[in-house]
Each structure stands twice: as C-alpha cells, then as structure tokens.
C-alpha cells in the first residue's frame, strides 16, 4: 500500500473557493486556457513540475483565474441585488 500524501494548501484553498462560488473544474481550466485534466493533476497534486518556478508560475495563473471568476460572480450578484431593489422600491 502507498504512502498517503497531504495536498497543497494553496490547492485545498482554490477547491473550497470553487465549491463556494460553485465554479466547476471546466470553467477554471478554461479561464485558465489549460485542459480540464491539466487542471485536474494541478489541483489533485499529482503533477510533477520540472522547477519551483513552473510550479509557482502554475499557481500564480490558477489564482489569478480563480479570482477573475470570482470577482465577475460578486459583479453579477451586485447587479442582482441591485435590480431586487429598484423594483421592490415600489
């Protein structure tokens, strides 16, 4: 039997944020322009990385994404929101 091995925390962040916003694998990798199984030995940290910095770089893309998607979530909430009060008002 293999050992077991922890995942990133970064990696652990980027899942629960996912799961937050209810932001699927498909839509990140996309955003990312990396494919889903990409993505998905990133994420499951089973990805081997040539150097720290492809590992870093990697990360770095992957948050950047994660958060661009988040914000245009935040966006459409507030429009909601926004659009719930304009027509409540009366």
Do not use: P
Not at 18 to 40: D, G
């Amino acid at each position: 039997m293999s050992a077991r091995k922890l995942n990133e925390e970064w990696t652990a962040e980027v899942v629960g944020r996912m799961h937050r916003y209810r932001i699927s694998k498909k839509e990140l990798a996309s955003k990312c322009h990396y494919s889903l199984t990409y993505l998905s030995l990133v994420l499951n940290c089973v990805k081997e990385f040539s150097t720290e910095t492809a590992k870093e770089k990697t990360k770095n893309k992957i948050l950047k994404c994660l958060r661009a998607i988040e914000e245009e979530i935040e966006k459409e909430i507030q429009d909601e929101e926004r659009w719930y009060e304009y027509f409540n008002k009366t």
